[in-house]
């Protein structure tokens, strides 16, 4: 009888203690997950915020944006340049890099034999996972003296002399500029692409890639008629996560960029972004105004940042429950 | 030459243009990797690792307070990191799929995944460096933890979600608390993806620059106090690439060969670890030298 | 925050070796840091200095991050006071025009205040340019554009060549003026002097201003620099000198002097000095960098020397030695 009586006894206690458990458990837990997703970013943005309220005081929103002086010496701060720098940039990596993502996600998905498939992926990869200081490192090392004294003057000679298109081949050819910085760009940003895009590539149920062969088509027909419309919003997702990706790329640029606080008035002047000024001026900034100012652009950044990787998300996350069954 | 024919042809002429594209992404992995190994593994020397550096314009000298320092700052970042992004990710997985808000905050996680790194390094800069007075490796360290926290908690929460749910309901039948579920069968049944986001988060943060640059800052002196500026691979690498000094571009070539390689190789045995199966084509050679039939 | 420092303090007297933290100049980097090399094989002690350049030196001694800080644009003694700093001279050195353009290899070209004037505001653009030629007469310059190089970051070594071209160039005094961080008309910025000679070393067609050493280490030629007297000087020590010996230090005013456009007819005209800042409401600190530079002061001339800077003449390092008496921070 006693045993009974102890044994439920120590039951209840291990109910207890393993509801007590349970409850704390799901807390911590939970107050980790609350963190990651919203604690976190919220307070990034408001220590941004609050960072750059100095700067927001004294020179406003569309000022701010639109005032292309960035002084110093006279603390007036304007953050066109580098904004124009950050998305000129960004826009030219998508673009070369955009076609190339897709050629290779039709070939990982379409094309490649399947023992050769995992050896493409896996290089892609490898791709990705170089740090980005090491593309700087070696664009800077490698490519600009190649781009300075053999590729970019052979352009200005071949292009220079074309009415509109000239224009964007003035200057002198250092490499260290728009161009080169958007080609490595396109370099970083092709993995990430590529794969956003085979993933979407592969949600296509087989059944309408088969029924289109079953009609007749040929397989770039079914890519074209079939695959990319139905995942386009995953490869436009796709897209925009790379290019809120590119925004925030720092090492590399920092590297080919030239640091030029002025606009570029062709592909082969130096330039500026955000991320540039910051790793550049962060440690320098002498008045508690110009710190402001750097920090009010890297909260713009953010921003912007957040708000194209949402916008991304939400549009993939649209192809995923289309196709999910 | 008949339609049919021709379409045909286009179709192999674009899938042809889809393998050039593949050549092209290929072709810079190739040269970036053949640069690195040519021009680091020429510079690499055990030197580098156990001698300070030197003077400026004064040759020779190593980078003991960048390997060391990096390494500290990469090992206390994991250290903080990784378990807030496996909590993070377990509640994602096992307590918040059927909620809309906490499914809203996952998507937010992931979007962090992919934010500017210097803006961390900005953030920390405000909360662990101004208010303390100096740089210190103590928030460089933070930085990189803020960077890999959201990374770890979705692969975990990817890595929860495959393990079926059979075995989470056998448990249940068996009376077990959702806890026990969670400690003594889930997370042992999803223990290898985990470890292989944890490798990937560290991958990744090894290789960063900019959180680094106004957290940590550089130290030509070798520091094991985390409240001291601590070198840095990444950083040093960046002002001595930045310099005119030969003998600077050469150790940053040799460093930049190290960091890749160590990088690469977290990232490969990621992958294996992963797709085992990868490793197939391995053992079968292996099986057929040694003339063991089915192995 | 005073606790940890009365701690430190404490601490580093009972331990053996100090640890002292500097940031700043560029342009003083190489000897800075030869100084921080020897100092620690004499004595054991840490000396932990970032080149970041002046900006960044005269930030991080504001703030107190650092215990000293260094910079070749002195602040004025109303800035001195109001930032409760102490300032002192260290060494002196010079910025010099550098270039590379392969034609013409390691040929010294002459270069007026109007040459340099008008290349950095962009108006003269070709190496070839006809006012360059009449410079040079005996030199064929090549049709290659100029490509100009300058600092991206906060520059003691910008606040003395700008300097300079306010005072021989009205324009240039007029649209751009003087400071550690200007408003470049043209130009690729790169950070610190090590990021200009690399900058000027790798384009073709590069021109930049830096510290004579970086320009002597990295094998770059530098231009001969006309002064106040019409003379056309080469930058090196005997020069710098010239420079140097009409200069007023004054400890009453935190020894602020400018050395640009000296009168002299070998005088080389774009000669600076590197100044530390020393925070005064904390004389832990300050003692503990003061102990550093009494050393390079009495033990560091000869490595100055070999890396071309001119050390302080005796009588400044005596003023310097009585300055530190008076504010309670001689070591």
Redesign the interface.
Known sequence: MENVVEAQKSLREVKTRGEFLERFFKLSLGFWALFAGLLFPILAGVILLYEARLAIEKFGFIHFLTYTNWDPVQEDFGAATMIFGTVVSTFLSMLIAAPVAIGIAIFITELAPNWFKPIVSTAVELLAAIPSIIYGLWGFFILTPIMATKVEPWLQDKLGDIPLIGKLFQGAPTGVDVLNTSLVLSIMIIPFMASVVRDAFNMVPPIMKESAYGLGATKWEVIRQVVIPYTASGIAGGLILSAGRALGETMAVTFLAGNNPQIPRSLLEPFTTITVALANQFTEADTDVYLSALYYAGLLLYLVSFAMLGIAKFMVLRLEKRWKV | MSKKVRRKLFSNFMLFLSFITSAYGIFWLFWILGSLFINGFKYLSPELIYLDPTPPGQEGGGLRPAFVGHLIITSLATLIGVPIGIMAGIYFAEYGRNSKFFMTIRQITDIMVSTPSILMGAVVYAVLVKPVGHFNGFSGAVALALLMLPVIAITTDEMLKLVPKEMREAAYALGAYKWQVIKNVVMRAAKVGIMTGVILGVARIAGETAPLLFTSFNNNVLTFDLRDPMASLTVTMFNYVMGPYHYWHQQAWAAAFILTMGVLLLSIIARVLLHRNLLEPLFYIVRSITGKKGG | ?KKVLLATAVFSGAALAL?I?GAGSTFV??IM??W??EYNKATGN?????S??S??G???A?????DFGATDGPLTPEEIERHKLLQFPVVIGADVITYNVPEIGKTVLNLDQKAVCDIYMGKITKWNDPYLQQLNPNVKLPDR???VVHR???SGTTWIFTNWLSKVCPEWKEKV?Y??????PV??????N??V???V??????IGYVEY??AK??NLPTARIKNREGNFVEPNVRTMQEAAKNAKWDKSKHFYEVLTDQPGKDAYPITGATFVLLPKDQPERAKKAATFFKWAFEKGDKYAEE?QYIPMPENVKKLVFEYWKEHGIAP
Do not use: C, H
């Open positions: 925050m640890e933290t980097y190489p840091s030869k921080a090399f840490k000396v932990n200095y970032q970041i350049g900006g960044g005269i930030r991080q504001i703030n107190r991050t650092v554009p100029i490509v991206s970051d906060g003026g400071g550690t961080s200007v408003k470049w130009g690729v910025g790169a950070k610190g090590e990021g000679t690399n900058y070393k790798r384009s073709q067609g590069g050493i970086y280490q990295n890396l």
